[in-house]
């Protein structure tokens, strides 16, 4: 469990390391608003289709290989990085990465759980939930940091060091045992969907899509405003700030996850996702008042809202399916979270046509407000279901 945990840990990281650099292709490449914007939104573009196909199939290809050549396509991305002469070269890289993470995601989850004994599952889900945010929190903090005081070569360090982070990875993923494939599961012809068994599908959609959707959603609302915040507020040009908080926000999630209270998953995950869009609203009123102590009080309530929003929504995706739907399942989670994550560029980029940024995110707060109501309404029902199966 330990040695795919730290692999999910270093391949998390690599998945958020780009994020300090973008003012600095900006720079460099002389890259415009919306250049910046197809750079960020191709990852997930690639992301999310490559996740459909490998939730589907990697059970049949056989995990481990689908997170080997994972690990492979992220070492082939971070070469296209360290050696970029050209923006072409930058959005072929992160299109790639975009496939690496999408394979790796919901397969590394499935294959952990395979892994490990029946009867420590729950402390499986809940150490990758756990591993997977404190790796995208150390990503960008990271990066941030190697900028900020190293600077050396600032465009090809960085990669110079996550790749030796992926060789890593893969060494380690080399010394757990393979997965044994049967030759009924090779035969079986798998059709690509996202693989939600009937029987559950209410439940998953309503505890589980949308709850994992919001907390991406509402992530990043708070991504999008944090450098604005750092460079107009606390007027510093250093770049390795952002990077920290971002840090701090995700880092937090992850240990609010150990806090015990609220025990029952239904309650812990009503009071998460309430906490999450609180903290929320608490972060855009930091923005529209020019706040320090506000922009810290949100991220600690969106931390713990976050943290158990996470932490709760993964062990239903862990629990209500049958063992041999799980990867599909949940990689069906994640196909949700970052569909989550990609709205707020979209949707800040179009509504910023009609309104300034301020009222934008407001906009989309009312939004995530509308699906925290919805859930918590159909929460009454799924407790009753899920107190009735356990």
């Avoid at 294959?111 to 490990?116: E, F, P, R, S």
Wanted: with cysteine.
């Amino acid at each position: 469990m330990k040695r795919m945990l730290l692999v999910s840990l270093l391949m998390s990281s690599g998945a958020t390391f780009i994020t300090p650099l973008f003012p600095l292709y900006s720079e460099t490449y002389q890259l415009n608003s919306l250049q910046i914007t197809i750079l960020f939104s191709i990852y997930a573009a690639f992301l999310l289709p490559t996740l459909l196909v490998t939730g589907s199939k990697g059970s049949t290809w056989g995990l481990k290989k689908v997170i080997r050549s994972s690990i492979w396509i992220s070492i082939i991305s971070t070469l296209l990085f360290l050696g970029s002469i050209d923006d072409w070269m930058l959005y072929v890289a992160r299109l790639l990465e975009g496939i690496a993470y999408g394979a790796f995601t919901g397969t590394a989850v499935a294959y952990l759980m395979k892994q490990t004994p029946q009867k420590k599952a729950g402390i499986a889900l809940k150490l990758s939930g756990v591993t997977i945010l404190v790796g995208f929190g150390l990503g960008p903090a990271f990066a941030g940091l190697i900028l900020q005081y190293l600077q050396l070569q600032p465009l090809r360090l960085p990669f110079g060091i996550l790749l030796v982070l992926l060789i890593i990875s893969l060494i380690i993923l080399e010394t757990i045992p393979n997965d044994v494939v049967s030759l009924d599961q090779k035969r079986a012809k798998t059709k690509i969907t996202l693989g939600v068994p009937s029987n559950i599908r209410s439940h998953f959609w309503s505890m589980v899509g949308l709850p994992i959707f919001t907390v991406f959603t509402i992530q990043g609302i708070a991504f999008s405003l944090i450098p604005a915040f750092v460079k107009n507020v606390i007027h510093t040009s250093n770049l390795s700030v952002s990077g920290l908080i971002i840090f701090v926000l995700l880092s937090g999630a992850a240990l609010a996850q150990f806090i015990p209270w609220p025990n029952h998953p239904v309650t812990r995950i009503r009071f998460g996702i309430m906490l999450l869009v609180i903290g929320s609203w608490v972060i855009v009123s930091s923005g529209l008042t020019s706040s320090l102590p506000l922009l810290w009080t949100g991220i600690f309530i969106q931390a713990i809202g976050g943290g158990w929003t996470f932490q709760t929504s993964l062990r239903f995706a862990g629990q209500l399916p049958e063992p041999k739907a799980r990867p599909q399942v949940i990689s069906a989670f994640y196909l949700c979270a970052y569909s989550g994550f990609i709205v707020p560029v979209i949707g800040v980029g179009a509504l910023t046509q009609f309104f300034n940024l301020n009222t934008s995110l407001i906009v989309l707060n009312l939004f995530a407000a509308l699906i925290v109501v919805y859930v918590l309404m159909y929460s009454v029902k799924f407790k009753r279901d899920f107190s009735g199966s356990a």
